[in-house]
């Protein structure tokens, strides 16, 4: 069995897994909020008038800088989080891998190991799907 070859092959990427963070859920939910508040600095700039002052134009500025800071650390906590899973499934690949022992048949092995291939590979295309990849 080529067990081994498979294993060295899943375990640079479980490699990658690194602390818990938020959920998808909760990382999409903070992404979009933070597009809620990059909306209403944007909302402050549009009413600016002929009438308003160099202060108020520089608080719109500070706004906006702020809600983009606050967006683009979302957005990284929402790939970060997309990828979780597909690391959680690699780990859970090569967990099945080293249970499967030197007595185990072919038909045993691939009881073992088929699953957390189907789950890996639907969290991998998850994220391809999210991605939009073409």
């Known amino acids: 069995m080529k067990k081994p070859l498979l294993g060295i092959a899943v375990f640079p ?3 990658l897994a690194g602390c818990g963070g938020p959920s998808v ?3 999409t939910q903070q992404f979009c909020q933070s597009l ?3 909306e209403q600095a944007l909302s402050k700039g549009a ?3 002929a009438d308003s002052t160099v202060k108020e134009t520089e608080e719109v500025q500070k706004a906006v800088i702020k809600a983009m800071d606050g967006l683009d650390k979302a957005g990284g906590q929402v790939q970060k989080a997309r990828l979780d899973d597909v690391r959680a499934a690699a780990k859970a690949l090569n967990d099945s891998i080293d ?3 030197g007595k185990d048949t072919l038909a045993e092995a691939q009881a ?3 699953p957390n291939i189907e789950a890996f590979r639907a969290a991998r295309q998850q994220v391809y799907q999210d991605v939009q990849c073409k």
Do not use: F, M, N, P
């Open 47 to 49: 009413a600016l008038t």
């Open 36 to 38: 809620g508040d990059l």
């Open 99 to 101: 249970s499967v022992k």
């Open 112 to 114: 073992k190991i088929a």
């Open 13 to 15: 990427l479980v490699l």
């Open 25 to 27: 859920e909760d990382a």
